[in-house]
């Protein structure tokens, strides 16, 4: 068992959601969690089961609203080691159906709250020498029909990550871009119903198998930067 004087303290934001939660299990056993989210009961129910499984694990609720980013000071109260951004939205539409609320949303949530978050947390997180993972998408590298305004919100997830990897290189921290492809969470099965058609888990890339790889981003020796992390279905 790690130290629990030297474990890190690591921030998951989407934390109830499938990756999250998935990333809030894997990491449990070396970190102790500050667990994001918007429901403070989904939160505590996820905490029992965090303790349940890790009784030694320390866990933090962080209740913020992700299009409130006014909110967020309160978070600049918290030491976290590591950031893991995982929150997301998306809603599928044409550019000339998806009014600009739907766009005002999904940016806010994608990319305003975790280049916010980490304005206030980067303090801690270089003090630390941690390291910042974005969960990113393969919609952040390519644009497809009927995705514009998702895709456009991960090429700027992107283009944040790229600018402050190298703001904050000489402190010591590392900035990763993780972009799984389609992933078995309640999302992709809302994507599936947006898309008509069939949502089967088995035949998409699980939430643990994501959530290993960012274990391991984190864990990784110092001497090496993984900076951006294709996560791509493997051969049936």
Not at 16 to 35: N, S
Request: net charge negative; charged share 20%; hydrophobic share 45%.
């Amino acid at each position: 068992m790690t130290n629990p004087a030297s474990r890190p303290l690591t921030l998951i934001t989407g934390a109830t959601g499938g990756i999250g939660r998935a990333t809030a299990f894997a990491l449990a056993p070396d970190h102790d969690l500050i667990l994001q989210g918007r429901s403070r009961a989904a939160l505590e129910d996820l905490q029992r089961e965090v303790q349940l499984q890790h009784p030694h694990t320390r866990t933090e609720l962080l209740e913020l609203d992700l299009l409130r980013p006014d909110t967020f000071a309160a978070a600049a109260d918290l030491r976290p080691t590591h950031l893991v951004h995982n929150a997301g939205v998306a809603e599928l539409g044409a550019v000339a159906e998806q009014t600009h609320d739907r766009w005002t949303w999904t940016l806010a949530v994608n990319v305003v709250a975790p280049a916010e978050l980490t304005r206030l947390l980067l303090p801690s997180v270089q003090a630390a020498r941690g390291t910042i993972v974005f969960i990113n998408s393969g919609a952040g590298l390519r644009a497809n029909a009927g995705w514009a305004s998702y895709a456009a919100s991960k090429h700027a997830l992107k283009a944040l990550a790229d600018a402050l990897r190298q703001e904050v290189a000489d402190s010591g921290v590392r900035v990763a871009s993780l972009y799984p492809g389609r992933t078995a969470t309640p999302m992709q099965q809302a994507i599936r119903e947006q898309e008509e058609a069939a949502y089967d888990p088995a035949a998409f890339i699980q939430p643990a198998t994501v959530a290993d790889v960012v274990r391991y981003v984190l864990a990784a020796p110092r001497d090496v930067s993984l900076d951006d992390v294709a996560v791509r279905p493997g051969p049936r």
